[in-house]
C-alpha cells in the first residue's frame, strides 16, 4: 500500500528557491538577524531591547570605562562585590528569589542598575533562614566586612549595602580589555 504517489514523494526532496524577502545579497536575513542578537545577548544583557542605543554613547568620557562602569552597578554585581554571594551566578539567582530589597521595596530583577544612594538590604523574614544566618557569620570574621572597592559601604549585622558612588576604574579589578569590545560592536 502506497501512501504517497511517486510524483510526490520527489517533491518532498527537491530543492526550492528562497522568496525575494528572505534572500539579500546573497545571505539570509533571518538568520544574520538571530546571530547579531545572540551575540549581544552573550555581552551581558546590557544592551537595549531595540538594540539602537549602545551603554555610554551619549555620555562623556571612554565609552569602555562608561560600559564596565555600567556592569559594575548591576544589582546582582553590587551583591556579588558586597560578599553576599559566593558568584555572580549565585547572585542572580538570590535576586531573582526575591531575597533582596532596594529601598524597601522588593526587586527580582538582577539586571537592574543601582543608584548613587540606594540602599540594599535583605528581606526582614529571610535574614531567619539557613544561608542568611552563615552569611552574616562569614561577614563577622571578616572584621567588619568591608568590600575592597571604596564606593560601596556594606553593614554585615543587618546584612545591608550602601551605594557611595559610582565605581572609578582603580575600583574595578577587571582584566579586559573594554574598549576592543567597545570596537567589537560598533562595527
Same mark, same amino acid.
Given at each position: 500500500?502506497?501512501?504517497?504517489?511517486?510524483?510526490? =514523494?520527489?517533491?518532498?526532496? &527537491? =530543492?526550492?528557491?528562497?522568496?525575494?524577502? &528572505?534572500? $539579500?545579497?546573497?545571505?539570509?536575513?533571518?538568520?544574520?538577524?538571530?546571530? =547579531?542578537?545572540?551575540?549581544?545577548?552573550?555581552?551581558g544583557r546590557i544592551w537595549p531591547?531595540?538594540?539602537?542605543? @549602545?551603554? %555610554?554613547?551619549?555620555?562623556?568620557?571612554?565609552? %569602555? /570605562?562608561?560600559?564596565?562602569?555600567?556592569?559594575?552597578?548591576? *544589582?546582582?554585581?553590587?551583591?556579588?562585590?558586597? %560578599?553576599?554571594?559566593?558568584? $555572580?551566578?549565585?547572585? $542572580?539567582?538570590?535576586?531573582?528569589?526575591?531575597?533582596?530589597?532596594?529601598?524597601?521595596?522588593?526587586?527580582?530583577?538582577?539586571?537592574?542598575? !543601582?543608584?548613587i544612594g540606594d540602599v540594599i538590604?535583605?528581606?526582614?523574614?529571610? @535574614? +531567619?533562614? &539557613?544561608y542568611f544566618k552563615q552569611l552574616?557569620?562569614?561577614?563577622?570574621?571578616? +572584621? %567588619?566586612? @568591608?568590600?575592597?572597592?571604596?564606593? *560601596?559601604? @556594606? !553593614?554585615?549585622?543587618?546584612?545591608?549595602?550602601?551605594?557611595?558612588?559610582?565605581?572609578?576604574?582603580? /575600583?574595578? /579589578?577587571?582584566?579586559?580589555?573594554?574598549? !576592543?569590545?567597545?570596537?567589537?560592536?560598533?562595527?
Open positions: 500500500m502506497q501512501i504517497m504517489p511517486k510524483s510526490d =514523494r520527489k517533491a518532498l526532496f &527537491e =530543492r526550492r528557491p528562497l522568496r525575494d524577502a &528572505e534572500v $539579500r545579497n546573497g545571505q539570509k536575513t533571518i538568520r544574520a538577524g538571530c546571530s =547579531r542578537k545572540k551575540r549581544k545577548k552573550a555581552a531591547a531595540n538594540g539602537n542605543e @549602545t551603554a %555610554g554613547k551619549d555620555k562623556p568620557g571612554v565609552t %569602555g /570605562d562608561l560600559l564596565m562602569q555600567k556592569l559594575e552597578m548591576r *544589582l546582582d554585581n553590587v551583591i556579588f562585590r558586597a %560578599g553576599f554571594a559566593p558568584s $555572580r551566578q549565585s547572585a $542572580r539567582q538570590l535576586v531573582g528569589h526575591s531575597q533582596f530589597l532596594i529601598n524597601g521595596k522588593k526587586i527580582n530583577i538582577p539586571s537592574r542598575e !543601582v543608584k538590604s535583605a528581606k526582614p523574614n529571610k @535574614t +531567619k533562614g &539557613e552574616a557569620a562569614r561577614l563577622k570574621e571578616k +572584621k %567588619g566586612g @568591608t568590600p575592597p572597592s571604596g564606593w *560601596l559601604e @556594606t !553593614v554585615p549585622n543587618e546584612i545591608v549595602v550602601k551605594i557611595k558612588s559610582k565605581p572609578t576604574r582603580n /575600583d574595578l /579589578d577587571l582584566h579586559v580589555d573594554a574598549q !576592543v569590545i567597545v570596537e567589537f560592536y560598533s562595527r
